[in-house]
């Protein structure tokens, strides 16, 4: 028996459904030789600095930057039971290897593999790798997986985007926060840039002032080409020379 694990309720549904899985169990869906259950997102997360050291629990400037030698994991207390569902089923005597079916893409990757590992599985593991959930699309995958380790460095990348998200949101969050002495100020990879981004937008729509600018235009004979602008008229006439008949 397969074992088909997705990435939501909603898409373990629709699978079972095509592949003829439609016993109702707890936490899964069985038939026609499949076991099709699901996660919930993400139900691995890194663990917390604490876990690492007890005295982390107190945010000073003196403990940064915290950066693990060796990453643990944690299982999500609000997902655990499913997760408890998943490794029973892994370690099932009747499943012989385990379809791969969450997102086709790094998180997808990301949250399957977790799981598997934080299981202790060490079954084949077989990849559905599909972008549609109309029932022909689903068909055509399970007829052609591929081998699950064929997606390691697809895994790989993921594992270093969550580790940088945890070392840059984790260790800035605490130094701003304890340099300033105030309220949590977060810190994140991606929500920090463009939140920086967004405000000097805001502050250049705010301050702006008109000011004259000038393009240089080349009619090259049923198509026209338009230069950057420049603030000053001589650069323009300048390029407008050297283009002029060439």
């Known amino acids: 028996m397969e074992l088909v694990i997705t990435e939501k309720p909603s898409v373990a549904r629709s699978i079972a459904k095509v592949i003829g899985a439609d016993e109702p169990k707890e936490g899964y869906l069985e038939g026609n030789g499949y076991m099709v259950s699901w996660c919930y997102g993400h139900l691995i997360e890194l663990a917390y600095p604490e ?23 944690r299982v999500k207390r609000d997902t655990a039971k499913q997760f408890n569902v998943l490794k029973w089923l ?11 079916a969450t997102d086709a ?23 559905l790798w599909i972008s549609s959930m109309e029932e022909r699309a689903i068909r055509d995958g399970f007829k052609n ?22 070392l840059v949101g984790l260790n800035g969050t605490r130094l701003f926060t304890v340099l300033y002495r105030s309220k949590v100020l977060k810190v994140g ?6 939140l920086a981004m967004l405000v ?7 301050d702006f002032k008109k000011t004259p600018y000038y393009t240089v235009h080349l009619n090259t004979g049923g ?7 420049y603030t000053d008229k001589a650069m323009a006439d300048e390029v407008a020379h050297i283009c002029n008949g060439a």
């Open 51 to 73: 876990e690492y050291d007890p005295s982390y629990k107190h945010w000073t400037y003196r403990a940064l930057p915290i950066i693990p030698d060796t990453w643990k994991y």
């Open 90 to 100: 892994m370690w099932s005597d009747a499943v012989t290897d385990v379809i791969c």
């Open 105 to 127: 893409g790094r998180e997808g990757e990301l949250i399957f593999r977790l799981v598997y590992e934080q299981a202790g599985c060490n079954k084949p593991i077989k990849r």
């Open 145 to 166: 997986l591929k081998s699950g380790f064929e997606y390691d460095n697809l895994y790989r990348s993921a594992v270093c985007r969550q580790e940088a998200d945890w």
């Open 189 to 194: 990879r991606v929500q920090t840039p463009t």
């Open 200 to 206: 000097e937008r805001e502050t250049a729509i705010r």
């Open 223 to 229: 198509m026209e080409a338009v230069s950057e602008k």
